[in-house]
């Protein structure tokens, strides 16, 4: 696997220039391009730069649309319905979150449902988001219009990858942050390993016959260098992370996120890829205290790591450590990327409309 190093200013640089040539505004441009680019300085390369040809493909079939404001539907003291009308998820996340912090810094706790978004991107920086205002945070999100993941004991794809979120502040430290698919592995993964990237783990995936496989072809198909892989070009499946916990869960996020706030479960009928978001923010303050809230909190998370190690272990982490860390190697030496995903990016600033010396200079 062979990865090139690029400097994460040049990376936003670059998508903010893409997405500027496909129709959004210069503001929304920076946004998408500061939330993919941070997704790939914590780690997650899956829901990075590799997202962009993805997306510049939803806005050519008008599943995706540009500086979308988010519509309030109903709204209390502690609740509001979010109408997203398909717009980035790296602008209705976020304003989401800024409506739940809001409201729950006044009232206690809020509640969040957001419908009809674009693909919202990571789900951990929303919980960040709230964790610095010292909120506790809970997120659900769903994918409808699209199953990509098998149910326990199935071979069919009946689901999405329906990521859960939980985000603890500790006072005068970083906060927990828990953000990962219930599916064995995010299909943005899947793309990496497709793309050249980081292979998928042994029995992630399941294939038509109901085998157990690692072969991203099984869920893409061939590979077919320089275009994107999508999931319709296979027949195989994500499975559930846990067997039948992941699949459970999976299953209750569906009707959370997808069902309850009104953006659509996965399966039919047929309808644009969006996601569906529900989301909890509660003040501590208005249940133990804040002061009784910390020190347990912190009292617990020391009790925690303080276990001894297994065999061939090094240390316990707690939720948030590996993103902080990766961040860190990452803003001092680069984003690591497959030269074969770089040569896809760098495609879809051609395709709409860049020059080739204007992406290699990007800055």
């Not at 780690?43 to 730069?49: F, R, T």
């Not at 790296?90 to 800024?98: D, K, N, Y």
């Not at 292979?199 to 275009?227: H, M, N």
Request: net charge negative; charged share 20%.
């Amino acid at each position: 696997m062979s990865e090139i190093l690029i400097p994460a200013e040049r990376l936003r640089a670059l998508t903010r220039r893409i997405f500027v040539a496909a129709g959004c505004s210069a503001d929304e441009s920076a946004r998408i391009a500061h939330y993919l680019v941070l997704a790939n300085l914590t780690g997650h390369d899956s829901h990075g730069v590799i997202r962009i040809p993805r997306y510049l493909d939803w806005m050519s079939k008008g599943w995706l649309k540009p500086d979308q404001t988010p519509t309030v539907i109903a709204e209390s003291e502690t609740l509001v319905l979010l109408e997203g009308h398909y717009g980035f998820g790296q602008t209705l996340g976020p304003r989401a979150t800024e409506i739940g912090i809001r409201k729950a810094e006044a009232a206690g706790t809020a509640i969040v449902a957001l419908r009809h978004s674009g693909h919202l991107g990571r789900i951990g920086d929303f919980a960040e988001m709230a964790a610095a205002a010292g909120l506790v945070s809970i997120h659900f999100v769903n994918v409808a219009g699209s199953t990509l993941v098998a149910p326990f004991g199935g071979r069919e794809r009946r689901m999405g990858t329906n990521p859960i979120t939980i985000g603890v502040p500790l006072p005068n430290e970083p906060p927990l942050i828990l953000d990962f698919a219930t599916s064995a592995v995010a299909e943005g993964k899947a793309i990496v390993a497709h793309s050249g990237g980081k292979p998928l783990p042994e029995g992630s995936l399941i294939d038509e016959e109901g085998r157990l496989s690692s072969d991203p072809a099984v869920f893409y198909g061939p590979k077919r260098p320089g275009q994107i892989p999508h999931s319709s070009g296979g027949r195989g499946a994500i499975r559930a992370m846990g067997e039948h916990k992941g699949s459970g869960l999976s299953l209750m996020i569906e009707l959370l996120a997808g069902a309850l706030t009104g953006s659509g479960c996965a399966g039919p009928p047929p309808r644009p890829v969006n996601n569906g978001m529900l989301s909890i923010f509660l003040k501590p303050a208005t249940f133990a205290g804040e002061d009784a809230f910390a020190a347990e909190a912190r009292s617990y998370v020391e009790f925690f790591k303080s276990s001894k190690l297994a065999l061939g272990k090094d240390e316990i982490l707690t939720p948030g450590e590996p993103e902080r860390r990766a961040r860190a190697r990452r803003e001092a030496e680069g984003v690591p990327l497959p030269e074969e995903a770089w040569a896809i990016i760098v495609a879809a600033g051609e395709h709409v409309g860049l020059d080739h010396r204007s992406i290699e200079s990007a800055d």
